[in-house]
């Protein structure tokens, strides 16, 4: 009989935004592989004597390979252990979970998906504002700013990202934000539109700015390389003080 793997969603940071779920499964966990950005406090609620690994990617920086990971995952579940596959923000949003579940499915290991607290929700209720607002925005669009390569995916669907009736979140778009921006405006974004820029959400060094695409995109084309977790929304809505 093979162990059982649990990816859970450990949020932006902070324990205290972790669901009674995901706390229930780090307690129980013989093995709790994570990434760098659920790491920290969040570690405090898996059981003495659990295996801690890191497996984080991040960008810049030497990372383990998803192939090595996927084995890793393989390996441990196949040695009857409870494993906890932690992953920062929800797992399911740009979190690499479906090449994970892939390897697990191939091996005829058995799995569950704990959903967690994405950073876009958190950058939102950081900053006292909604998501969404009737009438006016209607729809929220969540859309990495990062292909494989690094760079700024080359397909993305500029109308939809320039409508100024929805509210969009880039993850993983610091360096390549300038070059988003300028697209926006080619398509028709008005370079005013309001945009927030959250960084290191639940930490102690988070930092939320708000400003606007054009001028967000200026600050962050001068700026050293990214080493801290951000995410970005703009719209109408990401200008608001309530």
């Known amino acids: 009989m093979s162990g059982f793997v649990s990816f859970v969603s450990a949020g932006p940071g902070d324990p205290e935004l972790l669901t009674l779920k995901a706390a229930a499964r780090l307690r129980a966990a013989d093995v709790v592989l994570y990434d760098d950005l659920a790491s920290g406090a969040i570690l405090d609620y898996a059981r003495a004597g659990a ?16 192939e090595h990971l996927n084995r890793l995952l393989i390996d441990c579940a196949a040695a009857n252990a409870r494993v906890v596959r932690l992953k920062s923000g929800d797992a399911g949003i740009f979190g690499r979970l479906e090449e994970e579940i892939e390897a697990l499915r ?18 939102a209720a950081r900053a006292s504002i909604p998501l969404t607002r009737r009438r006016t925005s209607r729809r929220v669009q969540f859309v990495t700013g ?6 700024l995916p080359a397909n993305l669907n500029w109308a939809a990202l320039a409508d100024p009736e929805s509210t969009t979140a ?29 960084e290191s959400l639940g930490r102690a060094e988070e930092r939320i700015v708000r400003t606007t695409i054009a001028q967000l995109a ?10 801290t977790a951000a995410v970005i929304l703009f719209g109408a809505l990401a200008g608001e003080t309530l």
């Open 146 to 151: 990062a292909d494989v390569t690094g760079r």
């Open 218 to 227: 200026e600050q962050l084309a001068q700026a050293t390389a990214a080493t």
């Open 170 to 198: 880039v993850y993983m778009g610091k360096r390549t934000f300038p070059a988003l921006a300028a697209k926006l405006i080619e398509h028709g974004m008005a370079p005013d539109t309001p945009a927030l820029f959250a």
């Open 106 to 123: 191939a091996a005829r290991i058995d799995y569950e998906i704990i959903p967690g607290v994405t950073s876009a929700y958190v950058a």
């Open 51 to 66: 295996n801690l690994v890191a497996v984080g990617k991040r960008v810049g920086r030497p990372s383990a390979k998803q």
